[in-house]
């Protein structure tokens, strides 16, 4: 599997910005797929993931009701909507695909996309 995400880029504070990563293969259906953000000297966080099934999502306490991910599978495609967003949100945005059941450990995911830049000015 093969992901590439995009959609980042320059934001006000309060503002929106919907991130999405393609995935490549037939079987994107049977990944959890999660997102993940990594600030300057921090190191990389969990910030929600998406069940092979759709409507199971999970999130960080820190993004919850500012957030939400969504799924395509038709398109192979996942979502991260992202709304309110703040200046602590400032990142660099992964994408990563886990056959079976979703985890927020990093290291539980098989494939990585590269990053995608967030930066939210005050």
């Known amino acids: 599997v093969q992901l590439q995400a995009s959609g980042g880029g320059l934001v006000q504070a309060g503002g929106s910005l919907r991130l999405s990563c393609l995935a490549s293969?037939?079987?994107?259906?049977?990944?959890?797929m999660g997102w993940f953000r990594q600030a300057p000297g921090k190191e990389r966080e969990f910030v929600g993931a998406i069940g092979w099934g759709r409507d199971n999502t999970y999130y960080v306490d820190s993004v919850k009701g500012r957030f939400t991910i969504s799924r395509n599978n038709a398109k192979n495609t996942v979502y991260l909507q992202m709304n309110s967003l703040k200046p602590e949100d400032t990142a660099v945005y992964y994408c990563a695909a886990r056959y079976g059941s979703w985890s927020s450990g990093p290291y539980d995911y098989d494939y990585w996309g590269r990053g995608t830049l967030v930066t939210v000015s005050s």
């Open positions: 293969g037939r079987t994107f259906s049977t990944y959890a």
